[in-house]
């Protein structure tokens, strides 16, 4: 009816389960699970399902967490509520804050494993054959550390999802295009030469004019960091450092020019994509200028690459073009072209959409100019040299 078939070559799976859809960081918080909901609108409304094998996730185990996480924090999860908290914090002795960015809400534990099944599950899609692509867009939550929740993650499902690709292939890539760094997954796999981490960020102070010299969250990822010097794994972890305003062209060239090296000298056996989508234009807390068609050529030239790929949400927190991109990119994966008109009659909630300010329901909106560019290409070329080398 849409005009999408199956099209040769690519087996693509998606991985989800609509009821991380219902969960509330808090009124305030950035975090919005419901871009999960209007990024499922639009991927139906296009009729990209009937393009793919959809799998509802089911909830990983404790076991399946316990593979990175530690036992203890694992448990404190499987346990938390806000009615659970008190009490538990005095078996973990504390060990556990909850913060600001990490709150403990209702349903929480739902969700975090949730979306780590998700994961799993891609991955085994990915290592039974059944799958070329398998994504997760629930997923992608490359801040949390063994026993510690950060930056909105308390499960880090990229890196359980990465043990378990080493268990059938010898070396993993994994690419980061979230406008934070992936501190976690490098952290998690420094010392290893079997996993390269790969991330693209904003680094450096956040308001280079306010007198407060706050960085951006989360402070490392800096060029000349590249892994455990003392280890097996140094140089096997790569860092763009990025300042604010990075436009299409721009990130384009390094994200070609870096990527393309890196899998010509890793040589990976499968790849890990995270598509956090905060490194658009006009996001909430992102400062890049990037469109959506630049950010989907991301995942197009690592499609091109030709081995097992699983691709990931992250970030991203101007829902609406949340929503865009990762349809986008569903149907990138898949081989489809869409029509920059969205399907806005199948759309359940299409004044998401609606209005000058939120793209005139066009799939294409033009999202530059939110953020004064300050790359020069002088620091450009420094990047890529330093990558290089
Ligand atoms: O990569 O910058 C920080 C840390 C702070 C500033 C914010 N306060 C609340 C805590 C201390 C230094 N945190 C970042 C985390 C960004 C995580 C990105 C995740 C990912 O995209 C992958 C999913 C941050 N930036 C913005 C906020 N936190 C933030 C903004 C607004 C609010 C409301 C809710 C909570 C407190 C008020 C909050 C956090
Ligand atoms: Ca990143
Ligand atoms: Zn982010």
Known sequence: ENGIERPQGYNVSYHYNRRVENMHFGRTHPMKP?????????????????????????????????????????????????????????????????????????????????????????????????????????????????????????????????????????????????????????????????????SFHRYGIIDEDSREKHLFFPGTGALNSNGNEKSIGNHFALNVPIPKGIDDDQFLYLFETITGRTLEHFRPQAIVLQCGADSLGGDRLGQFNLNIRAHGECLAFVKKAGVPLLILGGGGYTARNVARAWTHETALAVGATLSEELPMHIVPRPQAFMGREHGDGRLYPELAGFHKNNVTQKELDLLVEHCHE
């Not at 009490?87 to 909850?98: A, G, M, S």
């Open 34 to 198: 419901w871009r999960l909901t209007l990024t499922k609108h639009l991927v139906m409304g296009y009729g990209l399902q009937f393009a793919m094998d959809n799998y509802d996730a089911l909830p990983a185990s404790k076991e399946t967490v316990a593979a990175f996480h530690d036992e203890d924090y694992v448990d404190f999860l499987s346990k938390v509520s806000p009615q659970t908290f008190d009490e538990l914090c005095k078996i973990y002795e504390d060990r556990i804050p909850q913060s600001a960015d990490c709150p403990v809400f209702d349903g929480m534990q739902e969700y975090l494993f949730l979306y780590t099944g998700a994961t799993m599950e891609a991955v085994s899609a990915l290592t039974n054959h059944q799958s070329d692509i398998a994504i997760n867009w629930s997923g992608g939550l490359h801040h949390a550390h063994k026993s510690e929740a950060s930056g909105f993650c308390y499960i880090n499902d990229i890196v359980l999802g990465i043990v378990e690709l080493l268990k059938c292939h010898q070396r993993v890539l994994y690419i980061d295009i979230d406008v934070h760094h992936g501190d976690g997954v490098e952290e998690a796999f420094a010392s290893s030469d079997r996993v390269m981490t790969l």
